[in-house]
């Protein structure tokens, strides 16, 4: 596809549950970006990542969210003992050099996970 | 530090009138800005940048966005509202040599009929 994937769309899961989020970026993007978007709120940044290598992952809200990019395409976004203020859409976006004054974040429809 | 601050959370305008969202910088470093639309249930997308070119900058869909330093604004703009213009609108600043952009919280805007 032409676009950044994202997988699942919808994830419903349990309090203490584990879950990953999978994105698929664009063919040929080095940069790669997770947020979280909350209900009324803007995207909330999460971790960069510029090929294998998570650039900055200074907004990762604590030691239970962790995101991996083992090739440097497909990252996966893993949350252990899910809590219910996990509640969010996740959003991965892509960049093809990650210099913001040269390109633009392309963005999934995000991966909408509900904690019960 | 960067920062952007929407000024409203909702903004209602009848359509063909103009539209007006309202968004305010901070930034230590010559910033760069953007505009991202989100439409229900669809991804972000970019409307327009500013990347110290002009300071008028054309996006699609007939919105615009003018880059005042002495302001520290970027606000975005269209002379007349269509019905598909109703979404939430991101102001969006990413420092000079960042690779990390800052969202503001989002501006919704109605358009009536």
């Known amino acids: 596809g032409a676009g950044v994937s994202q997988t699942p769309s919808n994830k419903v899961t349990e309090k203490g549950k584990y879950v990953e989020l999978r994105c698929d970026p664009i063919?040929?993007?080095?940069?790669l970006y997770w947020y979280r978007q909350s209900l009324g709120q803007g995207p909330e940044f999460l971790i960069y990542?510029?090929?294998?290598?998570?650039?900055?992952d200074s907004g990762l809200p604590n030691d239970r969210f962790f995101a991996v990019r083992p090739e440097g395409s497909v990252s996966t976004l893993k949350i252990q003992r899910t809590e219910r203020g996990d509640s969010a859409v996740y959003l991965c976006?892509?960049?093809?050099?990650?210099?913001?004054?040269?390109?633009?974040?392309?963005f999934g429809e995000g991966s909408r996970l509900t904690v019960l | 530090a960067q920062s952007v601050t929407q000024l409203d959370s909702h903004v209602s305008v009848s359509e063909g009138t103009p539209v007006l969202l309202r968004c305010n910088y901070s930034?230590?470093?010559?910033?760069?800005l953007f505009w991202y639309v989100q439409h229900p249930n669809k991804g972000l997308q970019l409307l327009l940048k500013?990347?110290?070119?002009?300071?008028l900058v054309k996006g699609i869909n007939g919105f615009e966005a003018e880059f005042k330093k002495s302001e520290t604004s970027f606000h975005l703009t269209k002379p007349s509202a269509h019905m598909s213009d109703a979404a939430e609108y991101f102001c969006?600043?990413?420092?000079?040599?960042?690779?990390?952009?800052?969202f503001g919280r989002g501006t919704s805007l109605i358009v009536h009929p």
């Open positions: 976006a892509s960049s093809l050099t990650g210099s913001l004054n040269t390109g633009e974040l392309f």
């Open positions: 500013y990347t110290s070119a002009a300071t």
């Open positions: 930034s230590s470093y010559s910033p760069s």
């Open positions: 990542f510029q090929g294998t290598g998570a650039a900055d």
């Open positions: 969006v600043v990413s420092r000079g040599g960042s690779y990390i952009p800052t």
């Open positions: 063919s040929g993007h080095t940069a």
